[in-house]
């Protein structure tokens, strides 16, 4: 039997503090993730489900978008994987009766794990203007609220339609097919705040905004950096690819302001090696600080081409590949050669050494794959940052060759789907051309509200409805005070949800709940039983199909949901077939086929075992889809960020018991915590000059050029071997900390990994 949910919410700021962990995975996980399941789905329910995790004929987890390989385990999950499985099959429920007992003032103090904790959500639930509680509604007088406020707004440019990854292709391509009906592009998603400066930098370079390597690349690989992302927590099963490339002769770089356990070793659930001595996958540690990577892969590049110079026949530059494939190559060597050493050693906090050893490594690589993650993209210069990663590896010709590659490791299970589906703000003139001929109307070309810009006019009354499907956009957003305050300037909220999370308490004037199916759930329509795809992280498009009854007979699935909302609101003016769509998924994706290039005979294609992969000109081609035809060299000014004295630069990052916003439990198992969130890792010589002890409380201020005082009180210091001068929290808790204001330039993500605070002790120290 699973058990049932906290009555009270656990104390979260007086954590239990170890010494951190050297490897990562091995039996504590396989035990963890069976307690986690067992508590939420029993035994019976735990094995059924489980082993169809990532499997061909299964359903794709509703965690991570890491690919899956050829050959599949029968466990084809990691611990965090079956914790996200663990919360959605779960067998707690959220009925109307809790929403009886608990006013929506109730909820609003309560913390996203409580919320998480109580279950899955059974019944549409309408919160009326001026009421207390949430009341059970039907689906079709939902639909009638939502399609009045949307009918009766000034301009339909005063919706907001959010989308987060874990949204199918089939319910992507819809929502976004309606919203452009309706007459808007205002279509933000999680994107906008991870991803959106990979988007930016790979587009603008090699013309795709998407990673170029797919599996077999990194077990090709010479050497691979992997640079600003923490796998062990939050892709784990990326991990196991680590493990055969060093197998097959790979070395590693880690580049990361914090030693990560998962990097340092990993102990395979699979094999009895792994669950006895494990694997080391790093094998040169750079402990760069915050915000220095663009000033590294500068030098590095600067490095490269003096080795050229002094040895022209050493291959250092790859000449007959920049000859031939790039451009901007002259301004580009002329910026590289300025790099500074002493810049850049400032700008890094990395010694001459650790450099002179990542250039040797580097040189002798020939094939060489950099990975990335939110440590990259989440800073005032992201863009530059990733664009000098593709400089560096345009250097040497690792863009299109085997084994080599851009590889950007997206979060959500489908975020990248989503986009490619057409979820964007700023959509190609050629896919709104192709929208336009396939279902014949005049989408709006103007430019709509990313996630940043939807903030900003919800708080100013640009924006009076807000729909989010999927997702938790009240705790993932920057500034949760404005965002907050944003959101309760609305006319109308709703959320299509699986599980309580805190933007449900976070209303408009009105608002609505609507509960959909989740990735575990059998899907009946109309035609029968349904099944959806997803893309992952390099391109790969399989099926998605669940097999549990549903959590509630109320359920809708997210084709459903759009399509009834499509018909209530655009009515007899739309031709589009939504009753269709919503009866047989397969009509959707016929659609699909003639819209979205590379998805031609979709249908057919994604019936195959496994699924297929998606065209990337620069990978399959060495043909570079940018404005000059080839990969652009670029030569931005080096930047990274700079802190007043007495104050230090804050990351905020997830913990091992989370993700993205939602919280499994209070332990970071890796990092030594349990039993808490509120704690701030500060690197001990830091902490001491700034008179912290290991152990005192702390209120972390946010400084920002506004002037605005933000704070998030009543954090436990933790003494810990982050990079100097560089300290880390959790979000959502430090969420508050971040300026609306404060983006990547041209990409316009929040800069949450750049944020300069000082700590002032706690009033209750």
Excluded at 721 to 746: F, I, K, M, Q, S
């Amino acid at each position: 039997m699973a058990s049932k949910p906290p009555a009270s919410d656990p104390v979260q700021d007086a954590p239990q503090v170890a010494a951190p962990q050297h490897h990562a995975a091995g039996l504590p996980a396989v035990k963890e993730s069976l307690r986690i399941a067992r508590e939420q789905m029993g035994v019976r329910r735990t094995a059924l489900t489980l082993l169809r995790v990532n499997q061909k004929d299964g359903f794709d987890c509703p965690g991570c978008a890491w690919p899956e390989p050829e050959h599949r385990h029968a466990a084809e999950f990691c611990e965090n994987g079956a914790k996200a499985v663990a919360e959605e099959a779960t067998l707690r429920r959220v009925t109307p009766e809790f929403f009886a007992a608990h006013p929506v003032a109730d909820l609003a103090t309560r913390s996203g794990y409580w919320l998480g904790q109580q279950g899955r959500l059974t019944h549409p639930m309408y919160l009326a203007e001026g009421a207390e509680r949430y009341e059970p509604v039907s689906w079709e007088r939902a639909f009638d609220i939502l399609g009045e406020e949307l009918t009766a707004l000034g301009s339909p440019d005063e919706a907001v339609f959010y989308t987060s990854g874990r949204t199918s292709n089939e319910a992507a391509f819809l929502y976004q097919l309606f919203a452009r009906e309706f007459g808007t592009n205002n279509l933000p998603d999680c994107s906008n705040m991870c991803h959106e400066s990979s988007g930016s930098a790979l587009t603008e370079t090699i013309g795709v905004g998407k990673g170029s390597v797919l599996l077999e690349d990194l077990y090709k690989a010479d050497l691979i950096i992997v640079a600003g992302q923490n796998p062990g927590t939050n892709h784990p099963r990326m991990l196991s690819a680590l493990e055969k490339a060093k197998a097959g002769g790979a070395r590693i770089i880690s580049v990361n302001p914090l030693p990560e356990a998962g990097l340092e070793k990993f102990k395979n659930p699979q094999t009895p090696k792994g669950l006895t001595r494990g694997a080391t996958l790093t094998d040169l540690f750079l402990q760069i600080r915050l915000g220095g990577d663009q000033a590294l892969f500068r030098l590095l590049n600067k490095l490269i081409i003096a080795a050229a110079e002094s040895d022209p026949g050493s291959g250092a530059v790859d000449e007959a590949f920049v000859a031939e494939h790039t451009h901007g190559y002259a301004e580009f060597a002329e910026a590289a050669r300025a790099a500074d050493w002493d810049e850049t050693l400032r700008a890094t906090g990395l010694s001459r050494a650790d450099i002179e050893r990542t250039l040797e490594m580097v040189l002798a690589s020939r094939r060489t794959v950099v990975c990335w993650a939110m440590g990259l993209t989440q800073h005032k210069h992201s863009v530059p940052t990733i664009r000098e990663v593709v400089n560096f590896l345009l250097l040497r010709g690792n863009i299109g060759r085997p084994g080599a590659g851009v590889c950007p490791v997206r979060g959500h299970s489908n975020v990248q789907g989503d986009r490619t589906m057409g979820i964007f703000e700023r959509p190609a003139p050629a896919f709104l051309d192709a929208l336009e001929k396939e279902f014949a109307f005049a989408p709006p070309r103007a430019h709509g509200y990313d996630v940043v810009r939807a903030i900003r006019a919800l708080r100013d009354g640009d924006a009076k409805v807000f729909l989010a499907m999927g997702g938790n956009f009240v705790s993932a957003s920057p500034d949760t005070e404005v965002t907050e305050a944003a959101m309760r300037r609305a006319r109308l909220t709703v959320h299509v949800s699986t599980k309580l999370n805190r933007s449900h308490a976070v209303t408009g004037a009105r608002a609505l709940i609507l509960p959909t199916l989740g990735r575990t759930e059998r899907d009946l329509q109309g035609s029968g039983e349904q099944f959806v795809t997803v893309e992952d992280s390099m391109g790969m498009v399989h099926a998605s199909r669940g097999r549990l009854e549903p959590a509630s007979r109320h359920l809708l699935s997210e084709p459903a949901i759009v399509a009834r909302l499509a018909r209530r609101v655009l009515g007899d003016a739309s031709r589009t077939p939504w009753e269709e769509f919503e009866k047989d998924y397969a009509t959707v994706r016929d659609r699909i086929a003639r819209v979205v290039p590379g998805f031609e005979d979709f249908n057919a294609r994604v019936a195959h075992p496994g699924g297929f992969a998606l065209p990337h000109a620069p990978r399959d081609e060495r043909r570079f889809p940018t404005a000059t035809g080839k990969a652009n060299f670029t030569a931005a000014p080096v930047e990274h960020p700079e802190v007043p004295e007495g104050r230090l630069l804050l990351q905020t990052l997830r913990s091992h018991d989370q993700y993205n916003t939602t919280i499994y439990g209070l332990d970071d198992r890796y990092r030594g915590i349990r039993n808490g969130r509120r704690v701030v890792l500060v690197n001990a010589d830091d902490a001491r000059e700034l008179a912290l002890a290991d152990g005192a409380y702390v209120d972390l201020v946010s400084e920002w050029s506004d002037g605005v005082e933000r704070r998030a009180p009543g954090f436990r210091v933790v003494h810990y071997p982050t990079a100097r001068g560089c300290a880390a929290a959790y979000y959502p808790e430090t969420n508050v900390l971040v300026p609306l204001d404060a983006t990547a330039d041209t990409s316009n993500t929040p800069a949450s990994k750049s944020v300069v605070v000082r700590l002032e002790q706690s009033a209750t120290d």
